[in-house]
């Protein structure tokens, strides 16, 4: 008898082992998951506002060699502009922490989106010839190329080449950015992988890091900075280096840098965030 009570008291423990080694593995598992930034990713664009409804902020620009070595902060922090409204909880790369009262970005809410997105492309009005030492894929802006803003479009959220379309399908939007149309803004400009994949509608469209006219004003959406320093970010952006954008008030930096393995910013900003 006694060696069967030991007999079952071993198979009891080893159950135990056993799902809490499971357990133990989805947690291990699930933190790793929370590792937003993606390991391929050696150029990092970080942009602070003081709040949620905050429409200036700060752009830092980090560096790696590789995954595995520290951030390098680069240079002096740029001032930049945000949407009208501040900040929107925005579709991005992998943005699974919604805060607490914190808005869902929308389709002409006024809202810069918040969270982490991927940098695909750059773009402006100058033939690429005349983009020295570009190192992403460019788009020349003419007067046919549109970002289409209307939710019922299949273009939804792309920017497109109207006479392309009209040579093989039909133009089914009412609403869009003519880009070419846009001065100054869109002279020079990043364009943002918000709402990509999937495409959701309503979500908001035509997200970009682009030139201000006024470091006074606010954006409709995107994000604003002086010319030349736009003009400093292109060239220095690396499609070889899988460039990253996030955008989140000095608050939720702060509380998401163990969490997200976030940089830690050589900067007082970060650290004077009480109430954000």
Known sequence: MKLKYNLKVTLKNIVQIIVLTILFTNVFIS?????????????????????????????????????????????????????????????????????????????????????????????GYNAKEQMKDLKMPYIKVNEMTECIDDPTSKYYNQIVSKDKIEENDKVDWSSSEKMSQAGIYYELGVVVDYNCNPIVKNSGSCIFLHNWADSN????????????????????????????????????????????????????????????
């Open 31 to 123: 933190a790793n998951d929370e590792i937003a930034i993606p390991k391929s990713t050696k150029q990092i664009l970080i942009v602070i506002t003081d709040s949620i409804t905050a429409t200036k902020g700060l752009l830092y620009t980090l560096e790696r060699d590789s995954s595995s070595l520290e951030w390098k902060q680069l240079n002096l922090p740029i001032k930049v502009v945000m949407g009208r409204n501040g900040l929107g909880w925005g579709n991005g790369i992998k943005n699974p922490y919604l805060p607490k009262n914190f808005p869902q970005k929308v389709e002409g809410d006024g809202r810069s989106p918040a969270g982490i997105f991927n940098l695909t492309s750059v773009f």
């Open 217 to 276: 004003e606010t954006m409709a959406g995107c994000t604003g900075m002086a010319p030349e320093k736009m003009k400093e970010i292109i060239l220095w952006l690396d499609e070889s280096k899988n460039p990253t954008l996030i955008q989140l008030t000095k608050r939720i930096y702060y509380d998401l840098i163990e969490q997200w393995n976030l940089p830690k910013i050589k900067d007082s900003y970060i650290k004077s965030s009480e109430n954000s």
